[in-house]
């Protein structure tokens, strides 16, 4: 890529923890979240805004114009679960669930996202994450759950 292209892909990520499982509190949700931004500092990915629930994860991301989606997404999940397994932060085996929600994100719309992410602990008092991300399935037109 030459220096005269120039790329901005905002994309909201969503995935969960297997079985949609609440163990990611307190310290060790701010483990993973210090861990997905080394991964993604590591990866050329600038993370916006991130947010780890008990059982899934936010984050804002600007999709490198080098990188495919489902190739950022593999690394993300795959080498965090790798750290959180090696790094004995949970008890027994950790994994995230399988796929992901991936939503675009318009460069006007960007404050609203990044709000919406950092407000995580109070929609959750209101709204169960199944109910979140139907929600979102709806307003994008796709299919629901993420398994």
């Not at 629930?53 to 950022?72: F, G, K, M, Q, S």
């Amino acid at each position: 890529m030459t220096q005269h292209s120039h790329s901005r892909c905002w994309i909201h990520l969503i995935w969960s923890t297997y079985g949609r499982e609440k163990i990611l509190h307190g310290e060790s949700a701010r483990h993973v979240s210090n861990c997905l931004m080394s991964i993604a500092e590591s990866n050329g990915i600038y993370i916006k805004a991130l947010h780890v629930n008990p059982d899934h994860v936010h984050l804002l991301i600007d999709l490198p114009p080098t990188r495919a989606l489902d190739e950022v997404v593999k690394a993300l999940k795959g080498s965090s679960s790798r750290w959180i397994n090696a790094s004995g932060l949970l008890v027994g085996h950790f994994r995230w669930a399988r796929g992901y929600g991936a939503f675009s994100v318009s460069q006007s719309g960007l404050e609203d996202v990044i709000t919406y992410i950092e407000g995580q602990e109070e929609h959750h008092r209101i709204k169960t994450f199944a109910e979140e991300y139907e929600a979102f399935a709806r307003r994008y037109g796709l299919g629901s759950g993420v398994e």
